[in-house]
T-cell receptor, first 115, second 112 residues
């Protein structure tokens, strides 16, 4: 079965540079979530989109922005990168509001290293 | 969403059942119990969820107490590949897209 695709899988950037992470949800899934997982930490919710509209917002820095496109893929744009942004970034997708069973399916993550 | 409490770590012998407890004493009537796991540095993986009744699927069983204040995830025959951090998450089932709030989870180590 098709899974969530994230690209790139690994990314190395320098401080103050920008980065764009991409997420391709499971076909027919209309909701995308972004999570950040720092070293030794648990995943933390950043932002989500349902039907191309921002749905919920978590602890996402102002330097970060995201959007969901007409084909439901999503991009997380990160500017003025800091060393503390080094983390695993996971995207998850679900069928947004389809009742109690709309579990989230996670991608393999993008490992961002800021030097 | 209700807060959950899990033991930080547990060991289990390969082939034996792994029973992972979770306390969620402040759970409300319309909140579900979800379990996810994360194998080292991989994306979290959905395991099972339930509201009141016990649930079973091909991966695990979920036992929820009658007062719904605690639950237990059971992996009936643990294998080395089940070594992971297991997260118990309580969340609403409806409304706007609901993010997952990950707590500290339980590091399950399956021993050969």
């Amino acid at each position: 079965a098709a899974g969530v695709i994230q690209s790139p899988r690994h990314l190395i950037k320098e401080k103050r540079e920008t980065a764009t992470l991409k997420c391709y949800p499971i076909p027919r899934h209309d909701t995308v979530y972004w999570y950040q997982q720092g070293p030794g930490q648990d995943p933390q919710f950043l932002i989500s989109f349902y039907e191309k509209m921002q749905s919920d917002k978590g602890s996402i820095p102002d330097r970060f922005s995201a959007q969901q496109f007409s084909d439901y893929h999503s991009e997380l744009n990160m500017s003025s990168l800091e060393l503390g942004d080094s983390a695993l970034y996971f995207c998850a997708s679900s069928l947004g509001q389809q009742g109690p069973g709309y579990e989230q399916y996670f991608g393999p993550g993008t490992r961002l290293t800021v030097t | 969403d209700a807060k959950t409490t899990q033991p930080p770590s547990m060991d289990c012998a390969e082939g034996r059942a792994a029973n992972l407890p979770c306390n969620h004493s402040t759970i409300s009537g319309n909140e579900y119990v979800y379990w996810y796991r994360q194998i080292h540095s991989q994306g979290p993986q959905y395991i099972i969820h339930g509201l009141k009744n016990n649930e079973t699927n091909e991966m695990a069983s979920l036992i929820i107490t009658e007062d719904r204040k605690s639950s237990t995830l059971i992996l009936p025959h643990a294998t080395l590949r089940d070594t992971a951090v297991y997260y118990c998450i309580v969340r609403l089932s409806s409304g706007s897209a609901r993010q997952l709030t990950f707590g500290s989870g339980t590091q399950l180590t399956v021993l050969p």
